[in-house]
Nanobody, 113 residues
Protein backbone atom coordinates (compact mmCIF):
# COMPACT_ATOMS: atom_id res chain seq x y z
CA UNK A 1 0.00 0.00 0.00
CA UNK A 2 1.08 3.54 -0.66
CA UNK A 3 -0.76 6.75 0.02
CA UNK A 4 -0.26 9.65 -2.35
CA UNK A 5 -0.95 13.17 -1.15
CA UNK A 6 -0.99 16.04 -3.62
CA UNK A 7 -0.39 19.67 -2.76
CA UNK A 8 0.38 22.93 -4.50
CA UNK A 9 -2.83 23.51 -6.37
CA UNK A 10 -4.61 26.83 -6.39
CA UNK A 11 -5.80 29.70 -8.54
CA UNK A 12 -3.56 31.51 -10.97
CA UNK A 13 -3.91 33.89 -13.89
CA UNK A 14 -3.12 32.83 -17.45
CA UNK A 15 0.61 32.82 -18.00
CA UNK A 16 1.30 32.06 -14.37
CA UNK A 17 3.04 29.10 -12.76
CA UNK A 18 2.32 26.49 -10.14
CA UNK A 19 4.30 23.60 -8.75
CA UNK A 20 2.42 20.50 -7.68
CA UNK A 21 3.89 17.99 -5.27
CA UNK A 22 2.91 14.39 -4.65
CA UNK A 23 4.23 12.93 -1.42
CA UNK A 24 4.18 9.16 -1.06
CA UNK A 25 3.81 7.37 2.26
CA UNK A 26 6.67 5.00 1.47
CA UNK A 27 9.62 4.67 -0.85
CA UNK A 28 8.86 5.20 -4.51
CA UNK A 29 12.25 3.90 -5.62
CA UNK A 30 10.79 0.61 -6.81
CA UNK A 31 7.69 2.11 -8.38
CA UNK A 32 8.24 2.05 -12.12
CA UNK A 33 5.91 4.83 -13.17
CA UNK A 34 4.84 7.95 -11.35
CA UNK A 35 2.52 10.25 -13.22
CA UNK A 36 0.15 13.17 -13.14
CA UNK A 37 -3.32 12.97 -14.62
CA UNK A 38 -5.98 15.64 -14.75
CA UNK A 39 -9.72 15.76 -15.14
CA UNK A 40 -11.61 18.83 -16.20
CA UNK A 41 -15.36 19.19 -15.59
CA UNK A 42 -17.31 17.07 -18.04
CA UNK A 43 -14.19 15.49 -19.49
CA UNK A 44 -12.38 12.21 -19.09
CA UNK A 45 -9.30 11.89 -16.96
CA UNK A 46 -6.22 12.31 -19.11
CA UNK A 47 -2.52 11.70 -18.73
CA UNK A 48 -0.51 14.89 -18.31
CA UNK A 49 3.00 13.58 -17.72
CA UNK A 50 4.79 10.48 -16.50
CA UNK A 51 8.26 9.63 -15.29
CA UNK A 52 9.84 6.22 -14.86
CA UNK A 53 12.22 5.26 -12.09
CA UNK A 54 14.94 5.50 -14.71
CA UNK A 55 14.09 9.12 -15.37
CA UNK A 56 12.39 8.76 -18.74
CA UNK A 57 9.53 11.17 -19.23
CA UNK A 58 6.53 11.51 -21.47
CA UNK A 59 4.12 14.43 -21.84
CA UNK A 60 0.75 15.11 -23.33
CA UNK A 61 1.10 17.20 -26.46
CA UNK A 62 -0.94 19.96 -24.86
CA UNK A 63 1.63 20.54 -22.10
CA UNK A 64 4.92 19.88 -23.88
CA UNK A 65 7.34 22.72 -23.38
CA UNK A 66 5.32 24.16 -20.50
CA UNK A 67 5.19 21.42 -17.85
CA UNK A 68 8.05 19.48 -16.31
CA UNK A 69 7.71 16.33 -14.25
CA UNK A 70 10.42 15.22 -11.85
CA UNK A 71 10.83 12.74 -9.04
CA UNK A 72 12.96 12.77 -5.94
CA UNK A 73 13.19 9.17 -4.78
CA UNK A 74 15.04 10.21 -1.62
CA UNK A 75 12.08 12.37 -0.60
CA UNK A 76 9.45 9.99 -1.98
CA UNK A 77 8.02 12.91 -3.91
CA UNK A 78 7.03 13.65 -7.47
CA UNK A 79 6.68 17.17 -8.79
CA UNK A 80 4.92 18.85 -11.66
CA UNK A 81 6.21 22.30 -12.54
CA UNK A 82 3.58 24.07 -14.60
CA UNK A 83 4.53 27.23 -16.46
CA UNK A 84 2.68 29.41 -18.95
CA UNK A 85 -0.62 28.14 -17.64
CA UNK A 86 -3.66 28.42 -19.87
CA UNK A 87 -7.37 28.54 -19.16
CA UNK A 88 -7.69 25.00 -20.51
CA UNK A 89 -5.27 23.69 -17.86
CA UNK A 90 -8.02 24.13 -15.28
CA UNK A 91 -8.72 20.70 -13.77
CA UNK A 92 -8.27 18.48 -10.78
CA UNK A 93 -4.77 17.04 -10.94
CA UNK A 94 -4.17 13.53 -9.64
CA UNK A 95 -0.98 11.77 -8.72
CA UNK A 96 -0.64 8.19 -9.95
CA UNK A 97 1.72 5.32 -9.21
CA UNK A 98 2.13 1.98 -10.92
CA UNK A 99 2.74 -0.83 -10.18
CA UNK A 100 0.78 -1.42 -8.09
CA UNK A 101 -1.77 1.18 -9.06
CA UNK A 102 -2.54 3.93 -6.59
CA UNK A 103 -4.19 7.31 -6.97
CA UNK A 104 -4.05 10.43 -4.88
CA UNK A 105 -7.12 12.42 -3.90
CA UNK A 106 -6.40 15.23 -6.32
CA UNK A 107 -5.65 18.92 -6.11
CA UNK A 108 -7.59 21.66 -7.88
CA UNK A 109 -5.82 23.93 -10.35
CA UNK A 110 -7.82 26.89 -11.60
CA UNK A 111 -6.53 29.21 -14.28
CA UNK A 112 -8.70 32.28 -14.71
CA UNK A 113 -8.40 35.94 -15.50
Amino acid sequence: QVQLVESGGGSVQPGGSLRLSCAASRSIFSIYVMAWYRQAPGKQRELVALITNGGSTNYADSVKGRFTISRDNAKNTVYLQMNSLKLEDTAVYYCYADPPTFWGQGTQVTVSS
